[in-house]
Structures are given as structure tokens and as C-alpha cells.
């Protein structure tokens, strides 16, 4: 029986990109990796990891492969946004009624990230 998404693995085209990206624009923290015998990252959310980046593959055409995208539920729109804006990196953001707001962009090796934030959230 699966009781829940354990983690995803990225392929990460440029490492230094990647890690700025998923820790200094969406929070995640990198954190203790075993030796696996080839370069990468495991990034966390609090204690848990949920993203797994891999140094040593090219990336493949198209970057999303079978996978369309990498869903995180995250707190505090306004602020993800500020920053967002700040480094003028580029988003869609779309909030239908009823549902929760979500903030799609693109990692620096072109995986769709998207970011949902509950209704209750305000902009203002």
C-alpha cells in the first residue's frame, strides 16, 4: 500500500543553477546524501527530502521527458512572489475559485515546478 510521494529525481544541467535555484528561490535546504558513487544533491523540505538532483546526466530533449511536473505544497504566496520578482525570474501565477493559488515556473534545466499555496492566502 503507498502511503505517499517519497521524493523526485531531477536531472540537473548546470549544478550551481540547481542549487541556487530549488535553495536560495524556493527554500529547499541541501542536506546529507550517501556516497552513490556519482555526483548529485538531495534537498530537504524541514527533516524530509523530497528532491534528489543528479550531476552526471545530460539532460534529456524534452527536459520534462514523461514527467510533466514537480508539485510542492508551500506556505506564504506573498512572499514567494516578492522574491520571485525581485529576481525578476519569470512565473505564471493563476488562483481559481475555490482552489488554491499555484505558481508554475521552470528550474534552470527546464522541469516545470509547480507551487500551491492555499486559497486562504492574500496577495495583499
Not at 525570474?89 to 521552470?106: S, V
Request: proline fraction near 8%; charged fraction near 20%; glycine fraction near 8%.
Amino acid at each position: 500500500m503507498i502511503t505517499g510521494m517519497n521524493h523526485f529525481t531531477a536531472i540537473a544541467a548546470d549544478p550551481q543553477a540547481a542549487l541556487d535555484f530549488y535553495e536560495n528561490l524556493l527554500g529547499l535546504k541541501a542536506g546529507y546524501r550517501p556516497d552513490l558513487g556519482f555526483p548529485g544533491a538531495w534537498l530537504y523540505a524541514g527533516d524530509t527530502t523530497v528532491l534528489h538532483l543528479y550531476f552526471d546526466r545530460p539532460v534529456p530533449h524534452p527536459p520534462a521527458g514523461v514527467i510533466d511536473h514537480m508539485a510542492f505544497t508551500t506556505q506564504d504566496l506573498k512572499s514567494f512572489k516578492a522574491r520571485f520578482d525581485a529576481l525578476g525570474y519569470p512565473y505564471k501565477l493563476q488562483h481559481r475559485e475555490g482552489g488554491p493559488w499555484q505558481l508554475f515556473c521552470h528550474d534552470p534545466s527546464g522541469a516545470k515546478i509547480e507551487l500551491n499555496f492555499s486559497a486562504e492566502e492574500r496577495l495583499e
